[in-house]
């Protein structure tokens, strides 16, 4: 009787730690993304950091805190996130192209072009028909004089995204 008075009350305790940790962090992920959606990025990094201190592997709040700290331009900050997701083996194989299409965006505009084409050309192993990463490929193709190609790439983000202005924008004016 003491026996299974004792499993019961381990039992119990047990399950309870579990269930208050799992409530805490999604309590913590929600409230992170409704901080960023209200633009209040600083209270919205310290609880998608938190999350990730209690879940390593996770993407979401990684993604948000790429997408924050792009939008602050702190960019150091944000390469770091981008690697974690592309190095990730639970991210699939859209939000590692999606991160790759970050962190070829910010080494094209740091005029770092080899890395940002080799960037773009591992994030298309992981999702050929990403848009972004096409129009960074599309405006390497300018910067290199290779007009052919960068119509290609940008017809081909058209393909795959046919709302892009960015992408129009750019054909007109080739």
């Known amino acids: 009787m003491q026996i299974?008075?004792?499993?019961?009350i381990v039992t119990f305790l047990v399950g309870g730690i579990y269930a208050f940790i799992f409530y805490s962090r999604d309590t913590i992920l929600k409230d992170g993304i409704e901080y960023y959606s209200k633009k209040e990025?600083?209270?919205?990094v310290e609880k998608f950091k938190t999350y990730v201190?209690?879940?390593?592997n996770d993407v979401i709040?990684?993604?948000y805190l790429y997408m924050i700290y792009y939008e602050k331009e702190?960019?150091?900050?944000?390469?770091k996130e981008c690697i974690a997701i592309s190095?990730?083996?639970?991210?699939?194989?859209?939000?590692?192209?999606?991160a790759m299409a970050v962190l070829s965006e910010i080494y094209f505009n740091q005029n770092l072009i080899t890395k940002a084409a080799?960037?773009?050309?591992?994030?298309?192993?992981?999702n050929p028909?990403?848009?972004?990463?096409h129009y960074i490929l599309g405006l390497i193709y300018i910067k290199a004089d290779k007009l052919n190609n960068a119509v290609i790439s940008l017809n081909n983000v058209l393909a795959n995204d046919r709302t892009s202005i960015s992408a129009r924008l750019k054909l007109a004016e080739i």
Request: contains cysteine; proline residues 4%.
């Open 4 to 8: 299974a008075l004792f499993i019961l």
């Open 41 to 44: 990025y600083d209270k919205a």
């Open 53 to 56: 201190a209690m879940k390593h």
């Open 61 to 63: 709040a990684r993604r």
């Open 74 to 79: 702190e960019f150091g900050e944000c390469v």
């Open 87 to 98: 190095s990730n083996l639970a991210a699939t194989p859209n939000e590692k192209a999606d």
């Open 118 to 126: 080799h960037m773009v050309a591992e994030g298309l192993k992981n």
């Open 129 to 133: 028909k990403n848009p972004k990463l």
